[in-house]
């Protein structure tokens, strides 16, 4: 006789949630100090994340600094709450002679401030980009249009970016040191200002990444003698 398999109930879903934790921490070259955390953590297919600033509670306890954003892989959609500002960003994509252009249009709603980027990748190591500032739009105009150009090889990335309107030019390179770090350099030709991000991805001290940035303007004849703005960032993840 056929004897009927046992019973099996399938075990409920797990309640267990993880929450990313990232505090900041940035000194200017004036010795200002200034703190934040971000605390972010999944909610289906978005992620939630949420920004307290130090400034909550500098001059008693107050919303300037709390701000909070909703993404997922389609769309992001944040609000600083003591500016009542709210901001979108909308992901999609279109296929052009076999190719796809990823597309993304932003909206700073309150400040005014609008674009459109269209980017595609040319083969295996380089892609370009042309980003549309829509922001004071009467008339199609190439003074609005900015490009970029990256070059991959390797551990190197070279992203060369052109200002239609300003004529500024600036170069962002990424260097892969190893498997746990890597650094990228920004410096815009037109106004001087460059920095210089350390990212560790091993883990140590428990947690994610650690990330140090420094900033400065080299065209400041003291900025060798100044010690640049220094932002620290780490990340831990906390299940509850």
Known sequence: MLQKPPLTVPAPPSTRQSFDVSPTLTLSSSSDVSAAVNVSFAHGDNTVKVTLADSMVQNGVSTDGLKIKLSNDRFEAGYDVSANAPCLKLNTHVTLNDKRVDLVY??????????LEAKVGVDDNNSAKLTYDLSNFSAPSHRDCSVSWTYSSGDLELTPSYNLGSEALSVAATYQVDGDNSVKLNYDLNSSDASLEWTNSSGSGGGGDLVV????????????????????????????
């Open 106 to 115: 932003r909206n700073a709603i309150k400040a005014g401030s609008s674009s």
């Open 213 to 240: 940035t420094a900033t400065t303007n080299l065209a400041d004849s003291n900025a060798a003698k100044q010690m640049p703005t220094i932002k620290l960032e780490k990340t831990w993840t906390i299940d509850s």
